[in-house]
């Protein structure tokens, strides 16, 4: 479990608190699972609203305080708040950002009692960072979403619903660019196990090409949705060769707030 005790005491706090709509995304999010490859430097705490963020941070700033950690603001702007808080030798960043409220599925409830975002919708977003910026920790991210979560072309199918700047080819475009590493930039990373650079491009490439043979294979009427699996109660990559109703799959499109997939299929 790639957080670390330190953020996983924190989080535990804040989820005492009920006084805000925020929830936690971002890699702190995507990394709380046993499999998970890297551990996150900060938290990322998301806001549907400006205004919501402001009054989160004021209220767990009292929280926080109260508890006896230190905190030091070191980002503060209309709709995100950085702070570092310590105790002792350890410390974290917390992000307290706004977000758009259009996703895929509901906001979840932790293990700790917060709320988090769809895992579903934690892995879509990494694409789109990964698109949108070259940084090793998203490449990272982005190979554990496909390994673990969804396949890179069913990610990249239902993105383009949340990103309207992108068709599915556009996107994987963009993706192809990315995977041009040095060692050096995971040596920065704070990973549970050592990463095999070779091996991760290979895999990187094959999954590529993977991705491109999915999003030919789907009618473009759909472009923008997931696949949710009526059997296994999970998202999925359909097979391209046998109807979506025989493999009890139906489409899912987001919005805003999230909705849970409909289970009829007529």
Known sequence: MPLTGFQRELLALLARSHSTDRYLAGGSALHVGPASRRFSEDIDLFHDSMASVAASFGQDR???????????????QPGFIRARITTGDEATNIDWAHDSAWRFMPLVRDEMGGLI?????????????LAGRDEARDFVDTLYAHEHLLPLGAMVWAAVGKDP??????????????????????????????????????????????????????????????????????????????????????????????????????
């Open 165 to 266: 700047g992108f068709n599915p080819t556009s996107l994987l475009e963009q993706l192809r660019r990315r995977g041009r590493y040095q060692p050096e930039q995971f040596a920065r990373l704070d990973l549970a196990e050592p990463l095999d650079l070779v091996e991760a491009k290979t895999v990187w490439r094959a999954t590529l090409r993977e991705a491109n043979a999915f999003i030919r294979s789907r009618p473009h009427e759909e472009a923008g949705c997931l696949y949710y699996s009526l059997n296994r109660d999970c998202c999925v990559a359909p097979d391209p060769d046998i109807p979506l109703a025989d493999q009890r799959l139906v489409t899912h499109f987001g919005a805003v707030g999230g909705v849970l997939p409909r289970v009829g299929l007529g």
């Open 117 to 129: 975002l769809h895992p579903v919708d934690l892995a879509i977003n990494k694409v789109l960072a």
């Open 62 to 76: 009292v929280v926080l305080e109260a508890a006896g950690y230190g905190l030091q603001v070191l980002i503060s």
